[in-house]
């Protein structure tokens, strides 16, 4: 986690606010299926699911949680405003 303050408003990153994003389907290798247990050699695709940062603020108080990504995008937008 990291701090910052900005003009009496503490902001906190936190790398661990992500959300489940578009799952897809990954073909299974021949080692995979064959020699993984559970024992299912038949079963030739995987579903993944990754994990993708939250856009999600948590705030309290004076304090704002979020993601890195997301403050990055507060602060492009704060200087884009500013001219």
């Known amino acids: 986690m990291f701090n910052q303050s900005f003009g009496g408003i503490k902001i906190i990153e936190d790398i661990n606010m992500v959300v489940p994003g578009e799952p897809y389907e990954k073909q299974r290798t ?21 994990m993708v940062p939250s856009k999600e603020i948590i705030c309290w108080e004076n304090n704002f949680v979020m993601h890195p990504t997301a403050k990055e995008a507060i602060l492009q937008e704060m200087a884009r405003a500013r001219g």
């Open 30 to 50: 021949f080692k995979e299926r064959w020699f993984t247990l559970p024992w299912r050699p038949f079963k030739k695709t995987k579903t993944i699911v990754p």
